[in-house]
Every structure is written in structure tokens, then in C-alpha cells.
């Protein structure tokens, strides 16, 4: 919401001014903590990342288990990890775990593991919001049709999808299913660069890394939640 609206409807709003410089100093020290686990990392907003750690030998579980609390006791912050074969259902299982994981006035510390060969399995019964391009207009449009689940997707022929929805519609059905082919991007060319908050302030192609994202490769998804930050010393 933008902050001239709020003002609007809360004329007792209390405004808190924002750290930008030191929020930028968190993130990077989360991310060199990221770099140095795989250099199959693509920063996607301050506070998120997506990892491809399939060469990793040692137990992910247990690796992904140590990196939560690593950024919890050297960075003091909360963090939700999802893991799974690609970038969309990592991203779905941090977002479940981040749910399930909350407390009452607690940040959420989740994490959430899908097996390889479960994916569709994970998503069925979950809300058809969750899942990538479906917005408020295409949600609405999809609850017409009966539909209220990602599992509700899954089970519509692709080729009817395809004919209310377009391309769109292809995408719906493969998401579904669990399936997410998009590699890890690792290099940025920056276009150009604004004074709006840190998740906007570059603008910037992307190049794909040169390593492809094949089938069954183990995806990271990190997310670390917005806290209070100490003081600067």
C-alpha cells in the first residue's frame, strides 16, 4: 500500500523510518553465506534467493538445517527454506512452511522438504492462488469453472486449459503438475538503477546460467523474514 494512502486512512499512523543501507548489509552477508554453500545462486528480491544445490554431496536436509541456523545465530534472523526438484514447488514449500511454522508475534522459521516424484502429490490440496499466474483475475475465473485447488488444475485436461486461457493456460496445467524446467539465473546486467525501496532498485536483464536445471535437480528456495535489526555499531 503506499504510504500516502495509509496516511489517509490512519491520520494516527505511527511511521517508522527505514534502514536501507543496513537491510542492503544484511542481505549480502546472507548471501555470501549462500555463495559459499553453491555458486548456483539467484538472488531474486532482498531478502530471497533460489539455490541449486544437486551437486552438493553432503545430506541437503541436514546442509539446509545448519544454514538456518547459521543465519539465525551469527545474523540474528529468521528464515524459511523450502526444498525440492525446481524453483517453483521450492517456492510453494517455503511459503507452506512460513505458514505453518508462525507464531503469535514470532517471525516464521520454516522449513519444508518434497520428496522428488511428489511434487503434484504436495500441491494437490493446496489454494490455486498459490501457485504461479494465478492472479485475482484468473483465480475468479478459475472458481467459476469449480475450480479451487492446485490438485482441481491438475485434473482439467491440458487442452481445455488451453482453449480458456491461452498460453497461460499450458502453464497453469504444468505448474500443477508439478513441473518447472526454469534453470538458475546467476549473472545480471544491470539496465538501470532508481531511488525506490531495495526489492526495486535495479532493473536488469537476466542471463541464464550456463548450467541447465535437468529433471530431478534439487532446488533451494531461502527466504529470510523481516525482523528488527540491531543497532549499527
Request: proline fraction near 7%; aromatic fraction near 6%.
Amino acid at each position: 500500500m503506499p504510504m500516502s494512502r495509509a496516511v489517509r486512512l490512519c491520520r494516527d499512523l505511527i511511521i517508522v523510518p527505514g534502514r536501507h543501507r543496513l537491510y542492503s548489509e544484511y542481505s549480502e552477508k546472507v548471501m555470501e553465506k549462500l555463495r559459499a554453500l553453491t555458486p548456483l545462486v539467484e538472488q531474486i528480491s532482498i531478502d530471497e534467493a533460489f539455490l541449486d544445490i544437486t551437486d552438493i554431496q553432503a545430506d541437503k536436509t541436514r546442509l539446509a538445517l545448519d544454514l538456518q541456523r547459521s543465519i539465525r545465530t551469527e545474523l540474528d534472523l529468521p528464515s524459511s527454506l523450502g526444498i525440492a526438484s525446481n524453483k517453483l514447488v521450492a517456492k510453494i514449500a517455503t511459503e507452506v512452511g512460513k505458514k505453518s511454522s508462525r507464531k503469535k508475534n514470532e517471525p516464521p522459521f520454516g522449513f519444508t522438504v518434497v520428496p522428488a516424484g511428489e511434487e503434484a502429490k504436495f500441491l494437490a490440496p493446496l489454494p490455486a492462488d498459490m501457485l504461479w499466474g494465478v492472479g485475482p483475475k484468473t483465480s475468479a475465473r478459475l472458481a467459476e469453472l469449480g475450480i479451487h485447488t492446485i490438485g482441481d488444475i491438475a485434473a482439467w485436461p491440458e487442452k481445455e486449459l488451453v482453449n480458456l486461457f491461452g498460453e497461460n493456460g499450458r502453464d497453469l496445467w504444468r505448474h500443477a503438475n508439478g513441473m518447472d524446467d526454469r534453470p538458475i539465473v546467476t549473472e545480471y546486467e544491470t539496465k538501470s538503477i532508481s531511488q525506490r525501496p531495495p526489492s526495486a532498485w535495479i532493473s536488469a536483464t537476466r542471463r541464464r546460467s550456463k548450467k541447465p536445471c535437468a529433471n530431478r535437480r534439487a532446488m533451494w528456495r531461502v527466504n529470510c523474514g523481516r525482523t528488527t535489526l540491531p543497532e549499527k555499531r
